[in-house]
């Protein structure tokens, strides 16, 4: 894997990014050590910024560290990963609720377009940032920013997790009918139709996370 150096003024926070990006295509799997020497010969920089970057990381709960070597890649625990789902269900209920009569011919329009694209996406990738795209669409005539930037907060580690756990099949035609569902429900002004679709949405979620977490997912 080719990978482009670094200058050598890049701030940690630029290669924690790198990092991430990395970890999230699959370049180290849970558990798997990320030595500090490698990364520094890697991007051309020196330690520091490795370990500050490693520690940034180690903050946002993406990696463990492994002292005088490295930090591992987290493999999120299932009651983690219960209690973000606890959190998501009360956080997107509210947005969609608040959402829920903004949503305009326009905002349909655009619902269903993200959703036939993300319905194209072939690999895992691809349909995790066509599901954040859907929901941060879904929810965004809410005019709510921190609790929208406190959605993408609960669900980077749980899409980290599934992008790396998860089969390119798994669940995905439940994903899709329910996001249209969704639509449905928003276009003729369902209100209850559109939190019941959400809810079991979320939790038919968690169930296939769950079950990958425990090593009993399927493809």
Avoid at 34 to 60: C, F, M, T
Avoid at 101 to 130: F, K, N, V
Avoid at 181 to 190: F, M, S, Y
Wanted: hydrophobic residues 45%.
């Amino acid at each position: 894997m080719t990978i482009a150096p670094l200058a050598a003024t890049t701030t940690a926070s630029v290669l924690a990014q790198r990092l991430r990006e990395a970890i999230d295509a699959g370049r180290w799997q849970p558990g798997e050590l990320l030595r500090q020497e490698q990364i520094a010969a890697e991007y051309g920089v020196s330690r520091i910024p490795v370990r500050e970057a490693l520690a940034q990381l180690q903050s946002e709960g993406l990696l463990e560290i492994a002292h005088y070597r490295g930090a591992r890649v987290s493999r999120p625990q299932a009651a983690e990963i219960d209690e973000l789902f606890d959190l998501r269900l009360l956080v997107e209920s509210d947005l969609l609720t608040r959402a829920f009569s903004r949503h305009d011919q326009r905002s349909l329009r655009e619902l269903t377009r993200l959703q036939d694209r993300l319905e194209d996406a072939d690999d895992r990738l691809g349909w995790i940032s066509g599901d954040i795209a859907f929901h941060e669409a879904l929810y965004g005539p809410a005019e709510r920013p921190r609790s929208l930037a406190l959605f993408r907060q609960l669900r980077a580690p749980i899409d980290r997790f599934s992008a790396q756990a998860l089969g390119p099949r798994a669940r995905k035609q439940g994903w899709a009918d329910e996001h249209r569902q969704l639509i449905a429900a928003v276009a003729v002004g369902d209100a209850a139709a559109v939190q019941k679709i959400l809810e079991q949405h979320l939790q038919a979620t968690r169930a296939v996370v769950l079950a990958a977490c425990s090593g009993e997912g399927d493809d």
